[in-house]
């Protein structure tokens, strides 16, 4: 038996690789190994963690997401003895969902395509970024909600983020694949199995349109608004009071969604008539999220954000990529700031503070 911790925490592994972890409230340091082992659920024996707000450098654990109080984990299923909640495993993955579960085609070639996007995605723009906001800061804590395939979630902890992600579709077939896969939990964003602030950062890429629709259609349903507003707090309730949410979809102010409703053998890009309330804008993120308690937003630039990775597989995606990079760079810099949530830009990103302002010079 191996055992290891730090004052009032400690993690067991036993001969057979079994993992047996006792935290308690106002645990100490459990240092990445051990917290690494710890999430490697495949091994677990039980889990007793009975600490409300981790350390600064404590590992992220999921907590009930009905109560929020601690679960009690072991290889068969999970258990909330406060509300009497019980959750099961999918695959090896923890299955917290709560509600409904998305409900998207399981399209194995769409998810394949995804994680070399994806691939592009963290190292040209989501590493950069998260390195721009946490300067000279150890392992930032960070949520990737809606995380579909889960490639950030395998880079961005190579890259020295504590990072988990959640999803409740069906790109999560392929979370097993991935190589730190225990940092992944079926979960509903609108109901977050984590503490109040528990992370640096909490980002979203293309997951507010997605919510409020009918299936995986682009027709809303009547009280859209509200189930989006429920993501929006649920991220904001879970950040640091210091904290950074980053958010990033199609602006609905530009009459063309590139990013919809094309298929390999449809190239041609869905009208987006404006007043569309499918996709969203500038403006309809500032309210929701300022309604949410966040007092601070600004738009990000977007350059680097999408490779077209299978559209430059061709001379006309290639001619078609050309414009959109190049608006892209266009209003990535900092001069040009105030046209990228305008009609001229296709894809927005945001980031709001609930509080501090932002001291990121010019961005
Ligand atoms: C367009 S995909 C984006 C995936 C990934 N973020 C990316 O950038 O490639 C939208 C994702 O949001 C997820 N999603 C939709 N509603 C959700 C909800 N209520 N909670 C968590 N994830 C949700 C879907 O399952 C899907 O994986
Ligand atoms: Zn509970």
Known sequence: MWSAGAGKASVEVGEAGQVQIHAFPGA??????????????????????????????????P???????????????????????????????????VGERFDDDDDRARSEYEVLSNEHLSREYL?????????????????????????????????????VGIDCGNRSRLWPERKHWSHLFLANGKCLPF??????????????????????????????????????????RVIKPQGYIMVSSPNRKFPVDLFHGRSPEQPIPRLNPPWNPFLLSAGDYERMFSEAGCQ???T??????????????????????????????????????FLRGSIVNPWLAMLFRRSGGFQLGSW
């Not at 980002?203 to 409020?212: L, S």
């Open 28 to 61: 100490e340091e459990v240092g990445p190994k051990q917290a690494e082992k710890a999430r490697d659920l495949r091994n677990v024996v039980s889990v007793r963690y009975h600490s409300s707000p981790m350390t600064e450098t404590g590992p992220i654990f």
């Open 63 to 97: 907590v009930c997401p009905l109560c929020r109080k601690h679960l009690e984990w072991n290889s068969e299923s999970i258990a909330c003895r406060h509300c009497g909640a019980s959750f099961s495993y999918e695959n090896r993955i923890p299955n917290l969902i």
């Open 127 to 163: 590493i950069p970024t998260f390195r721009r906001l946490f300067p000279g800061r150890e392992r930032p804590k960070v949520l990737s909600l809606g995380c579909g395939v889960g490639t950030d979630i395998d880079l961005l902890t190579e890259a020295g983020f504590d990072i």
């Open 195 to 236: 503490e109040d602030q528990t992370f640096d950062l909490a980002y979203c890429g293309c997951v507010f349109p997605h919510v409020g629709v009918e299936g995986d259609s682009n027709r809303v349903v009547p009280n859209y608004r509200e189930e989006r507003m429920k993501i929006a707090r649920e991220m904001t």
């Open 296 to 298: 601070n937003a600004r």
């Open 300 to 337: 990000l630039p977007v350059k680097g954000y999408w490779g077209f990775v299978r559209m430059k597989q061709s001379w006309k995606g290639r001619m078609m990529a050309f414009p959109i990079d190049t608006v892209f760079s266009m209003v990535s810099n900092p001069g040009l700031g």
